[in-house]
């Protein structure tokens, strides 16, 4: 079990140490049930699916295949993604009222100051007589963080560091790591690791650059971080397993266990997140009921599943056409009474907008409407668009204007994915040019949104030369799932040209060690009847192995195999 099945893996797992499974208690073995069912259900273990909607994590819960790009609102803002985040770089320190008030003025001067003139701002705010100390500092890098301005927080790190303000630790090189990562890409993460004093570097570096390396999908890479990790002998945590579990469930499904079975071997617990990333492998899978033994593992472990926990089962349950047991699910998340479990309104709404059940979200958003928050405003106009009741989500969101003043490009984005469910390309417009006149940053979740818009309505090269040109103007790189929107509107088309445009540009920017992308191109191949000549010594090329699916698609575009015509097989 524990032999990889990859060829050539570098993940040194030897078969002499394999863990045997020890009745239905075992992990592995429930996530290996029914495996060829799943197989059979589950169109290519290495696809990459839907990302959520993060605007700040390591990782993505994705939604069920059937669900694809147009369901992704299902997906929620509190995923997996701030459970990483919260194991990773800053420091556990918390800023007291004092401390939040005068970072709050630091706060605003990097706010308004360029980003080539950050370190020159600090600088003069220090020289006019201002102090920092460690909670202000973190509460700075915290908001900077959520704000997505990595470049900044990287700046008055390094600004610090270099002035000797106060001796940094291993968690503050890890945030040096982490940042650096995010700005500069993985190679001068590594650079950087190197010049850390030796007994700073320790566990949490480098289990900070693994979780970058997993969210940049490099198998190879976080592989190797991995393995270096062991070898320095430094401890293996749960966190570090997780990212391997993450990064295979998005790569290859069938790894996991084989990390469950190193967990198991090194007597690491599994965590609550743990759980998370196996439901949601399971569940995706459509393996409902792997997905239900999971889950009573984790009970006799004595885990209590939190209301996020609840809402990933509830929303396979959901794709799954199992409405009785999504009901009863969400019925048992409100509680005795929603007005005094308010925690749980912004999960339920947008659950209950995807059963259609417009009275329950009605009655959850009475609970909130006169004292909203913003993520229960923000639930609810997915709950709202999702009912293709319009008018109501857009009069949550102009009401929103009347108590915060200005907005995020979090709560635009959300209109946008609405409007481009709801194929409204005039309203998404209108509302991308109110973006622009109010200043609203651009992100990469609003470069999703926005070619979503104009794919689902038909303007596909629109939709890329936008892509291109925003993504330039705002120097962002746009999300792996964005590219495979466009990827699989030309492949649909049979569109071989573009097709093989938009993966060479997926390629470029580091997008690499997914099958999805080569099913997509052999996919229009199969879609124009051409062959695709030499396609498989392409994929063995780049390190990437065909699933069955894929297999099957090589197959049906290889000139010289004997198979059926192209005519049948697209029949």
């Not at 997008?511 to 000549?533: D, E, F, H, I, M």
Request: glycine share 6%; net charge negative.
């Amino acid at each position: 079990m524990w032999a990889l099945r990859r060829a050539g893996n570098p993940l040194r797992i030897r078969a002499q140490q394999v863990v045997s499974a020890r009745g239905c208690a075992s992990l592995e073995v429930l996530l290996n049930a029914d495996a060829k069912d799943v197989e059979e259900h589950h169109e290519g273990a290495n696809s990459g699916n839907k990302d959520d909607a993060l605007e700040d994590g390591f990782s993505d819960l994705e939604v069920p295949p059937e669900a694809d790009t147009k369901d992704a609102g299902l997906t929620s803002e509190d995923s997996s993604d701030e459970d990483a985040t919260d194991e990773v770089g800053l420091p556990d320190v918390d800023a007291d009222a004092k401390s939040e008030k005068r970072g709050s003025i630091l706060l605003k001067v990097l706010i308004e100051a360029p980003r080539h003139e950050v370190t020159k701002a600090v600088e003069k705010w220090a020289n006019d007589g201002n102090t920092l100390d460690r909670a202000e500092l973190y509460f700075v890098l915290l908001s900077l963080r959520k704000r997505r301005w990595f470049d900044k927080a990287l700046r008055l790190l390094e600004w610090v560091e270099q002035s000797k303000l106060f001796e940094f630790g291993e968690r503050d090189y890890a945030s040096c790591v982490d940042l650096m990562a995010k700005v500069y890409g993985l190679h001068k993460a590594e650079q950087y690791i190197e010049k850390i004093p030796a007994p700073h570097r320790g566990e949490i570096v480098y289990r900070t650059l693994l979780a970058n390396c997993v969210h940049e999908s490099n198998v190879n890479k976080a592989e190797q971080v991995f393995n270096k990790m062991k070898d320095l002998g430094l401890p293996i945590t749960v966190f570090s397993f997780n990212q391997l579990v993450l990064l295979y469930k998005r790569v290859d499904k069938k790894k996991i266990a084989d990390v469950l079975a190193m967990m198991e071997k090194e007597n690491v617990k599994p965590s609550l997140f743990s759980y998370k990333l196996l439901i949601d492998a399971k569940g995706s899978a459509r393996d409902i009921e792997g997905m239900e033994k999971v889950v009573e593992q984790m009970e006799t472990e004595g885990i209590e599943p939190d209301l996020m926990f609840q809402a990933t089962i509830a929303r396979h349950y959901i794709f799954d056409g199992q409405r009785e047991k999504a009901e009863a699910l969400l019925e048992s998340m409100e509680g005795d009474d929603i007005n005094t479990n308010r925690a749980a309104c912004k999960i339920l709404l947008p659950l209950y907008g995807f059963l259609g059940k417009n009275h329950d979200v009605e009655r959850i958003w009475n609970v909130c409407k006169d004292n909203p928050r913003l993520e229960e405003c923000l639930s609810a106009i997915e709950a709202f668009g999702r009912l293709g009741n319009v008018e109501k989500a857009e009069k949550v969101f102009e009401d929103m204007f009347v108590r915060w003043k200005t907005l995020s490009s979090k709560y635009y984005n959300a209109m946008l994915r609405m409007y481009a469910n709801q194929n409204l390309l005039d309203k998404g417009k209108e509302l991308l040019k109110r973006m622009d006149e109010n200043n609203v940053k651009f992100g990469n979740t609003t470069l999703d949104s926005l070619v979503k818009l104009y794919v689902d309505a038909g303007e596909v090269e629109k939709a890329e030369s936008l892509l291109h040109k925003l993504s330039l103007k705002n120097r962002i790189r746009p999300q792996y799932t964005t590219y495979l929107m466009l990827l699989d509107s030309y492949s649909k088309k049979g569109d071989i040209h573009n097709s093989e445009r938009v993966f060479n540009r997926l390629r470029q920017i580091g997008y690499s060690g997914r099958v999805k992308q080569y099913q997509l191109l052999l996919q229009a191949y199969l879609n124009a009847k051409a062959p695709a000549y030499g396609f498989r010594e392409r994929m063995k090329a780049d390190n990437i192995f065909p699933n069955n699916v894929v297999a099957t698609l090589i197959t049906a575009t290889d000139p010289f195999a004997k198979k059926k015509s192209i005519s049948d097989l697209l029949d």
